[in-house]
């Protein structure tokens, strides 16, 4: 394809002069056929088109969320008369059924079940009583996040109040697009807000007494040994909270090369884990250390050679992750108590009750949730010491009460696996072959996965191989091995999904 010379002084010059096939006009960005990737163009005119052409990929993302919502809808409609699901169905069987295309659709996508969970209800939502914000997505006149302001703001309040707040974000779009500019989420949230507001029936206060009930701490993994801790609760308290620390933080200290973000943080932690500050002379004397201060009940996965200091081997801090050998270690040397694990003869460690017991005895039930980690679902990190721990051959239908027929499942999960079409099967190594109710395979590996170890063996050196079983192979990004070829590239990485 030719390219306009770099005299031409405009895109409309460039489009006029190269007349591609197949005009479309998308999210009121007109295109004429397929664009070029570069452009011999003056500067500022080649950055018109660039502009020109994300405003028009934006709007046909718009169009193609828009379409995937219906299309969400429509499958969940045929999985309901797939499961045979009919107007006498009770609220039981309904329920059920919709939390199996929750799984269906999550395995497909590669997302967490919170997510998918979240496409359903949205989609249900969208192509009923939202049904023009919809449309307004689809025509590119509203972008995902504020879809997504309107569903929050339009939801739990009646359906007059729901579409006169709604009608502040359409028109809103239509007064932007008709002065050739753009609405922010910011300023539809604040309209619709105000409006949500002064419409409501129940008094705002009475709604925060219910909100605040709600009110917790939250920790989210970061990189590099780091975490967010967060806290949902009352805005005052949290408003004041951040204004304290910025006042603590502004103090002068000779010799403190910290920023004051960083001074804040500092001072956050030393008040939550120690009740003072270090360098309050009126509280410092009453202060212990900082890893005595408190003696949180964790649990930390610690390769015996990184304990006793021979090797630098990270180990696993329950609910986060790798951590480096020193904290480990430090971590170790605090515990009040501590529980070892040895798959060997001799440890007396039972992993087999056969028909004699229907419940784990204490060490076979700590072994299966250590070794699982988290439910055996595909996709779902719900800690297994939260967990039921599941004969995956049922109890009454000859399954043993030993480590090869038992896993962790979260009770969700678990009512997922008996009421429903999804079937599972242990296979060796402690991997677990699920197959959903529209036919696809998934596998789901254990966090950590035990090598037995022979009578008469020990461990070898660093560096050597020895007679025992090797580990098996890493469980594969995502969950393992998929469904179909043309499904591997819609695959993402999981998180903890919420209940329903």
């Not at 070794?371 to 595909?378: A, S």
Request: hydrophobic share 40%.
């Amino acid at each position: 394809m030719k390219s306009k010379s770099p005299t031409s002084n405009s895109v409309h010059e460039y489009i006029d002069d190269q007349r591609f096939r197949g005009h479309s006009n998308v999210g009121g960005c007109c295109l004429d056929g397929l664009m070029p990737g570069t452009l011999e163009l003056p500067t500022h005119t080649a950055l018109q088109f660039e502009l020109a052409s994300i405003a028009a990929f934006e709007g046909m993302l718009r169009q193609l969320h828009a379409d995937q919502y219906r299309r969400i809808q429509r499958a969940r409609e045929l999985a309901a008369e797939v499961d045979g699901v009919t107007a006498s169905s009770t609220t039981r069987e309904r329920d059920m059924a919709t939390r199996s295309f929750v799984a269906e659709l999550a395995t497909t996508l590669g997302q967490h079940e919170a997510s998918a969970a979240r496409l359903v209800t949205e989609a249900e939502r969208l192509t009923g009583p939202r049904s023009a914000t919809l449309g307004a997505l689809g025509a590119g006149e509203l972008s995902l996040t504020q879809l997504r302001s309107v569903l929050e703001l339009t939801q739990a309040v009646p359906a007059e109040v729901a579409d006169a707040v709604e009608r502040v974000a359409l028109d809103a779009a239509a007064a932007a697009e008709a002065a050739g500019g753009a609405s922010t989420n910011a300023e539809v949230r604040r309209r619709m807000r105000q409006v949500r507001e002064r419409m409501h029936p129940e008094p705002l206060a009475d709604r925060r007494a219910r909100a605040a009930s709600e009110r917790r701490v939250c920790v989210e993994p970061a990189p590099d040994g780091m975490a967010w801790l967060s806290m949902f609760l009352e805005a005052e308290r949290a408003i004041a909270i951040d204004h304290r620390l910025d006042v603590l933080a502004a103090r002068e200290a000779s010799g403190d090369s910290r920023t004051a973000a960083q001074r804040a943080a500092d001072l956050a932690a030393d008040l939550l884990l120690g009740g003072a500050l270090p360098d309050d002379e009126r509280t410092r004397s009453g202060l212990a250390a900082l890893t005595g201060a408190v003696q949180p009940r964790i649990n930390v996965t610690v390769p015996v050679l990184t304990l006793l200091g021979l090797d630098d081997e990270p180990a696993d801090l329950e609910e986060y992750g790798p951590i480096d050998a020193d904290t480990a270690r430090r971590l170790a040397g605090h515990a009040p108590s501590m529980r070892r694990i040895l798959v060997h003869p001799e440890t007396g460690v039972a992993l087999s009750y056969g028909r004699e017991h229907y419940r784990a005895p204490s060490d076979l039930d700590g072994f299966v949730r250590v070794r699982d980690g988290r439910c055996r679902f595909p996709g779902c990190s719900r800690r297994a010491d939260r967990a039921d721990l599941d004969h995956t051959t049922a109890w009454e239908h000859g399954g043993q009460t030993a480590d090869a027929n038992l896993a962790a499942l979260c009770r969700r999960h678990h009512r997922l696996k008996h009421e429903s079409g999804w079937r599972v099967a242990h296979e060796p190594g402690g991997v677990m072959r699920w197959s959903s109710p529209a036919g696809h395979v998934l596998r789901t590996w254990p966090e950590r996965p035990f090598v037995p170890v022979r009578a008469g063996e020990g461990a070898d050196p660093p560096g050597t191989s020895g007679s025992a079983d090797p580990l098996p192979p890493p469980p594969p990004p995502a969950f393992g091995d998929r469904f179909d070829d043309e499904w591997r590239s819609v695959l993402e990485d999981a998180a903890e999904p919420a209940p329903f």
